[in-house]
């Protein structure tokens, strides 16, 4: 089942601050598209709780 991926504005102004930072973008891309496709975060990403 594929999910919808919603963003904050505070996330877009993070990955827009990332980007400017030249870090890379390879694993957060890979950790995005696992969760839209699965929603589910593979075992080398050490899946946690999120809290609000």
């Known amino acids: 089942m594929a999910y ?3 963003t904050t ?3 877009e102004k993070d990955l827009k601050r990332c980007k400017k930072r030249g870090l890379l973008m390879d ?3 890979e950790v995005i598209n696992e969760l839209v496709t699965n929603g ?3 075992a080398q990403f050490r899946p946690h709780l999120l809290l609000i």
Do not use: N
Request: hydrophobic residues 40%.
């Open 9 to 11: 504005y505070q996330f």
């Open 40 to 42: 589910r975060v593979p």
């Open 4 to 6: 919808k991926l919603l």
């Open 27 to 29: 694993k957060l891309k």
